[in-house]
């Protein structure tokens, strides 16, 4: 049947000229008889193209197989459908145009081709969005294959589909075969409780999906791990179940770390309630969320039922509430601790009054101040015993300590009174900080008037203070040892009275965990209490007190041993006043106090830091949940254009003249897509342990064989060295590993240099050093192949060598670099039982020494993928499935040309239907495992049912390993991983027919 012309109407010239694809007509020996204005589009007038042929505008390798199709189509019986061809055009400007062209030929009454006409649609923008789509997929899937957050799939009745490595790893297998193999069922297998999965499932049927699961499960060694997971139903099946995909985050420390949180809290609780002060807590408004029974029994309230409903103010007499309104705005907006300039008068529930001083520090919620915590101390009995004491000594002498401002001494040392504070770094000044420290401490002076210092358990000094005209006296003249013990501080420094308190009294204190009273020099006395922090000793309070000597004697002695002058000596003995015995007890329990106070201090801050730490942690963990998702399923779809891609290429080498220049360009793209190929198994088997292909290697062979590629890495000003070893072992490895590792570690060394440097490869021989970091236990072979790659640049500290190989952990600008480098880097070399070492430092550039273990045998290794020899041929049928279009195209080309006579389908309904319509005429089904509406086991299942002797090969971009744990196919099945050759498809399917 003839195809008529497009009549020359009005219409149809308006339509024609001013589409966006370009209409034309040409004879049947090729040559352009009419084009639409569309050709501007490729840099031709419809003139200038008219006339012209179409091997004009079309490459070599391009023409011959768009004239094989319009030949085979002239051939063929009249028809009215059209044949969609994907090529190229050149552009007047030389550059080549993808096109898909539409075709179709124009019959005369009696069935003879006459003319040839089409449309031709330009694919420029669709080919870029598709090479995008490419990019972003495979920038992805690096993001994919490192998270380790684990991921899973398993079906409604509690089996295991499949998981990924990080999800092995989480409960202790080494591969996700070894666990898959392990639980069989979910509920009598894998939960410590099967009852919470029932649950679990109820909520997953009510909502579709459940978030932030908590439950335990079973590892490797029966032991048990908390797990939270999110999960979603993904596929709801024909049989009523469902299958299930989440993820996994291991919170088996979260959870201790809560314990542990929750029993800080508790013991703040306790510990406030064992406390001789009253502690009570209040919300920014001034109410009283928190008291101890102390705080009850001060006021006069009882604190579960009344206490709760005051406010602070309410405590406070009128006269001083606009001073403690004051002291308590400045620690809301400062945030720093605070103490009242002076006492407060507090007000009991029965209208009394008392003298009391309140030591407060802020609250927080993560970085805001939401209310304080304060100290009251009663300080009725101090104030009359000063009173009492001040009466004493009037009545007794009426004299004032000496000032020791004016001193004339005649020592060899001048006193600095920078001496009396030493930089601290330990956790009392950290958690409590040195202004609350100074203000519990300062009350024993206001107590005794006489020396108080506060210590670090490493030695350093919080606070001191000499308030005692005699024991400042001594502070400021002693020099090079301070007589207590006659001991000498290790350094030779001078030795103050004040740092004979942490040599002694301190130091024995936190060693012993008791109160230590001992004698310093000059008639002082040295009372010490350890603090416990976290039932541990982290330091120290203590006060000084006692009488100087009395007699001349001992006197004289001292002003010789300090270089006093003995009249001025004697004076300030006389003047000292001597501390009633009460007094001393009294500061003595008030230490036991001050210690118990600062401990509890610092317990609630570091609790609070462990709490936040914590939430630090959960979120990281699930962000990295969040990356994982974004880069899965993609693995199938790119190995799929990497088979076309192959197999066309190989084509093209076959058919191509061993002379013709075009065989190297064509076996370009056979190794382009070989590497692609072998990258992406590569990216698969770091993240999951499969698909790798380890061989026998000579490290200097292949390092070797990349210098030129390496070469492209660095900049001209850079040197690259390379120094090969002498007998190195043989290796076993996965070459593509191994071009990882050394592209990996040139490009880091590459971006440290600034400059001009140098970046120096050298591989050697030799044992395992014994300080390697890593564990070397059930190491077998101690000869190790090394191979060390050093750089001149800038080097890097000690805290950023112990993150490098952290993921996504960078030292790099924004954007010039992903974090994943080294990490990836190091789960090669740990997944091939290798060990890795760094060495650097700031401006002396660094060194990566990775040892690898050393072969004592043989491995059999073969070359199926060589493209030499005759490709075997037969004359079966097949029946192909597959539902990427180009890969079908490909494969069935491929096949017909080896013989085979082939029917193909892309989806599982279509095959099914051209099956019955052949009355299973079939000798193999050729199919896809992934394919729309079924599995090709399913197909499979369906077709062997009408035909007993049916052979199968399924094909697929997934690994055998995944497809396996899926479910989908058994061990032994004929399966064949994309990409592959021809050959290797052809000799596969040859092998199956043979087989008896």
Not at 74 to 91: D, M, R
Not at 357 to 384: C, E, F, M, W
Request: charged share 25%; aromatic share 8%.
């Amino acid at each position: 049947m003839a195809i008529s012309h497009v009549t020359n109407t009005d219409i149809h010239k308006i339509l024609i000229e001013n589409t966006h694809d370009v209409i034309w007509t040409m004879t049947l020996d090729s040559e352009i008889t009419f084009v639409n204005n569309a050709i501007k589009l490729f840099g031709y007038s419809p003139d200038e193209y008219i006339g012209t042929y179409l091997y004009q505008h079309v490459s070599t390798e391009n023409l011959k197989i768009l004239m094989e199709i319009l030949q085979r189509r002239i051939s063929s019986p009249p028809s009215e459908q059209s044949e969609l061809i994907e090529t190229f055009l050149n552009h007047r400007d030389g550059h080549a145009v993808p096109v898909e062209i539409h075709a179709w030929i124009n019959f005369d009454e009696s069935g003879n081709p006459i003319q040839i006409q089409g449309l031709t649609r330009d694919l420029t923008e669709k080919t870029r969005v598709l090479n995008y789509i490419k990019e972003s997929e495979e920038k992805y899937r690096i993001l994919f294959e490192n998270t380790p957050t684990g991921i899973f799939k398993t079906s409604s009745d509690g089996r295991p589909l499949i998981i990924n490595p990080a999800m092995a790893r989480m409960l202790g297998f080494e591969s996700v075969q070894e666990t898959l193999d392990n639980y069989h069922s979910l509920s009598a297998d894998y939960y410590v409780k099967p009852e919470l999965r029932i649950d679990f499932l109820k909520k997953l049927k009510k909502n579709g999906s459940v978030n932030s699961f908590e439950y335990e499960a079973y590892t490797a060694d029966k032991k048990t791990i908390w797990l939270s997971m999110n999960a979603w139903i993904s596929e709801h099946l024909p049989d009523g179940s469902f299958t299930i995909e989440g993820f996994c985050t291991d919170i088996t420390q979260f959870r201790k770390s809560a314990k542990g949180l929750k029993l800080s809290l508790n013991r703040f609780k306790d510990m406030a309630e064992m406390l001789p002060v009253a502690i009570c807590e209040t919300d920014s408004e001034g109410f009283i969320t928190f008291a101890n029974s102390k705080a009850g029994e001060l006021f006069g309230y009882d604190t579960e039922s009344n206490l709760g409903r005051f406010t602070v103010w309410q405590l406070i007499a009128p006269e001083d509430l606009e001073k403690a309104v004051d002291g308590f705005n400045v620690v809301l907006k400062s945030g720093q601790n605070f103490v009242g300039s002076a006492e407060y008068i507090g007000i009991r529930s029965d209208g009394s009054r008392f003298p009391m001083i309140l030591h407060s520090a802020p609250l927080y919620n993560d970085d805001n101040v939401v209310g304080l915590r304060s100290a009251i101390t009663d300080i009725s009995q101090q104030k009359t015993i000063e009173q009492n004491l001040r009466r004493i000594e009037w009545m007794i002498s009426g004299k004032q300590e000496k000032s020791t401002d004016e001193l004339p001494t005649r020592e060899l040392f001048v006193f600095d009174d920078s001496m009396m504070s030493s930089p601290s770094k330990g956790i009392l000044t950290e958690m409590v900080g040195v202004k609350a420290i100074e203000s519990i401490a300062g009350e024993f002076n206001v107590l005794l008037g006489s020396c108080v210092s506060v210590y670090e358990k490493n030695g350093d000094r919080a606070f001191s203070n000499a308030s005692s005209s005699w024991c400042h006296l001594l502070n400021r003249t002693s020099y090079k040892n301070c007589f207590a013990k006659n001991q000498i501080l290790a350094d030779g420094k001078m030795c103050l009275c004040m740092e004979s308190e942490w040599l002694y009294a301190n130091k024995l204190s936190i060693e012993q965990g008791i109160p230590m009273d001992i004698d310093c020099s000059g008639g002082i006395r040295i009372h010490s209490v350890p603090i416990h922090v976290d039932g541990e000793f982290a330091g120290s309070i203590s006060f000084g007190y006692g009488d100087p000597p009395s007699d001349t004697e001992t006197l004289k002695k001292l002003s010789i041993t300090y270089g006093i002058t003995p009249d001025i000596l004697l004076d300030h003995a006389k003047s000292y006043g001597s501390r009633p015995p009460f007094i001393i007890e009294m500061a003595k329990r008030r230490l036991e106090s001050a210690a118990k106070l600062i401990g509890t201090m610092a317990e609630a801050k570091l609790a609070e830091k462990r709490r936040l730490a914590a939430e630090e942690k959960l979120l990281q963990a699930q962000k990295l949940e969040s990356i994982g998702r974004l880069a899965g399923g993609v693995s199938h779809d790119f190995n799929n254009m990497l088979n076309v891609i192959l197999g066309n290429a190989e084509l093209l080498y076959d058919s191509l003249p061993s002379d013709s220049p075009w065989r190297e360009d064509a076996m370009e793209i056979i190794d382009a897509a070989k590497r692609s190929s072998e990258l992406t198994r590569q990216l698969l088997a770091f993240a999951r342990k499969q698909n790798i292909t380890p061989k026998k290697l000579d490290l200097n062979d292949t390092i070797s064989g990349t210098l030129k590629m390496l070469g492209r890495l660095v900049h001209e000003t850079i040197e690259l060295i390379w120094k090969p070893g002498k007998s190195l072992p043989p290796v076993l490895m996965d070459p593509s590993q191994m071009d990882q590792i050394l592209a990996n570690l040139v490009v880091n060394a590459r971006d440290a240099i600034s400059n001009s440097g140098s970046i120096t490869i050298e591989t050697s021989r030799g044992m395992l050093p014994e300080n390697i970091v890593g564990d070397t236990s059930g190491v077998q072979r101690n000869i190790f192949a090394s191979l060390k790659i050093s750089d001149t640049g800038v080097g890097m500290d000690s805290e950023v060598i112990q993150n490098i190989f952290e993921p996504f952990f960078t030292t790099k600008d924004k954007g010039r670099g992903t974090g994943l480098g080294l990490a990836t880097v190091y789960g090669i070399v740990r997944q091939n039982k290798g060990f890795i070492h760094v060495d650097s430092e700031p401006g002396k550039g660094t060194s990566f020494t990775i040892f690898f273990p050393g072969m004592d045998y043989e491995i059999n290794e073969s070359n199926e993928n060589s493209f030499t020899g005759e490709l075997p041929k037969g004359t079966e049928k097949i029946l192909l499935v597959e539902d990427e279009t180009a890969l079908l195209k490909h494969t069935k080309r491929v096949l017909e040309n080896q013989g085979y006579s082939v029917l193909f389908a892309s989806t599982p309904g279509e095959a099914i239907e051209i099956a019955n319509k052949n009355h299973m005429d079939l000798d193999m089904l050729l199919t896809d495992v992934i394919l729309p509406d079924m599995s090709g086991k399913e197909l499979y299942s369906i077709l062997i049912e009408k035909k007993k002797n049916l052979r199968c090969l399924f094909i697929s971009g997934y690994s055998g390993e995944i497809i396996s744990v899926k479910g989908i196919l058994e061990k032994d099945i004929n399966f064949l991983q994309k990409p592959f050759t021809t050959k290797a498809l052809l000799k596969k399917i040859r092998s199956i027919f043979d087989e008896k």
